[in-house]
């Protein structure tokens, strides 16, 4: 598993909450500062958020070279390889290596695995910067059993309203998605990314690496619930996903087969089930539901 040492930790109190993980605007590797101009030829400086290559071995084969940010290479690793079915609960994680001036993360387990014939079948996906799925993306999902949990209206209202205030790359700089890992009413780890299966992986990574139970959490993403998002999901084990966001008719349908609770354009005071909706308990009135200043109102990141 990642050195814990090595792997730094950001944590955020915010209005009274400990975040495990959180985003830091403030790290200079993640933004680069650029000058233009406006419509009226006016000089402008804005923060423009890095890309940067990271290549992921998993023992001696390449397996995928993604476009990230650069932070958490061991978590984006972890939960890649996890979430393409590619480290199996039988599999034992012996060590995860970054090398930063190769930009390559080698995940090593203490039987040699053998994937060629998913490396074969390649389906590229919606996900913005070219999301990737091995072999055949419905695989995986067979014999899956979601948690019967509790949704409580009340958590949603409350989670997005402390989300969509937390500082953020999004709010500094834009042009990228985030992902957060709820339990209840309580936001636990905010990863963000270029393209949001990135950030959902890097959740996937932590849950891996800190031996986290899936059955009580709720995956909140800022981005379009597409098949990609709702088969991530529940290969995590996660039951509800949400997101300020819109809907794709396969998302949809995947998320009826395998019974996740999907929330969508959850914005203000309202938002729309189309799945799962035997978990939902509306505790709350929606007219009681805080409402964001304008200034903290998140756009839909895509």
């Not at 915010?14 to 975040?19: F, I």
């Not at 995928?64 to 599999?91: H, R, S, W």
């Not at 959850?266 to 200034?295: I, T, Y």
């Amino acid at each position: 598993m990642p050195d814990q040492g090595a792997i730094q930790l950001a944590k955020l109190e915010y209005s009274g909450q400990d975040y495990m993980v959180a985003p830091n605007p403030q790290d200079g590797r993640l933004t680069r500062a650029v000058t233009g101009t406006d419509q009226d030829g006016a000089a402008v400086d804005l923060a423009v958020v890095e890309e940067r290559p990271l290549t992921i071995y998993l023992n001696s084969q390449e397996i995928v070279t993604a476009m990230t940010i650069g932070d958490y290479p061991e978590y984006l690793a972890l939960g890649f390889l996890k979430n393409q079915g590619m480290l199996g609960t039988d599999d034992e994680v012996t060590r995860v290596e970054f090398d930063e001036d190769l930009e390559v993360v080698v995940v090593r387990t203490a039987i040699e695995t053998s994937h060629e014939e998913k490396l074969k079948k390649k389906t590229r996906t919606s996900g913005c910067a070219v999301g990737t799925v091995f072999g055949d993306m419905m695989e995986g999902l067979e014999g899956v059993s979601l948690p019967k949990a509790e949704l409580r209206t009340s958590w949603l209202y409350k989670l997005a309203h402390q989300i969509n205030r937390t500082p953020s790359l999004y709010l500094e700089a834009g042009a990228i998605h985030g992902t957060v890992l709820c339990q209840q009413d309580r936001p636990l780890v905010y990863m963000e990314d270029v393209g949001r299966h990135n950030a959902v992986d890097k959740i996937a990574g932590w849950m891996l690496s800190e031996g986290a139970s899936a059955d009580d959490k709720i995956l909140y993403t800022t981005g379009r619930l597409t098949s990609e998002m709702v088969i991530k999901t529940a290969m995590m084990g996660i039951p509800v996903l949400a997101s300020r966001s819109g809907f794709t008719a396969w998302g949809v349908e995947i998320a009826r087969e395998i019974g996740l609770t999907l929330i969508g354009r959850m914005r203000g005071q309202r938002f729309v089930c189309l799945s799962g909706e035997e978990r939902l308990v509306r505790d709350m009135d929606p007219a009681d539901a805080p409402v964001e200043e304008k200034k903290h109102r998140r756009k839909s990141a895509g």
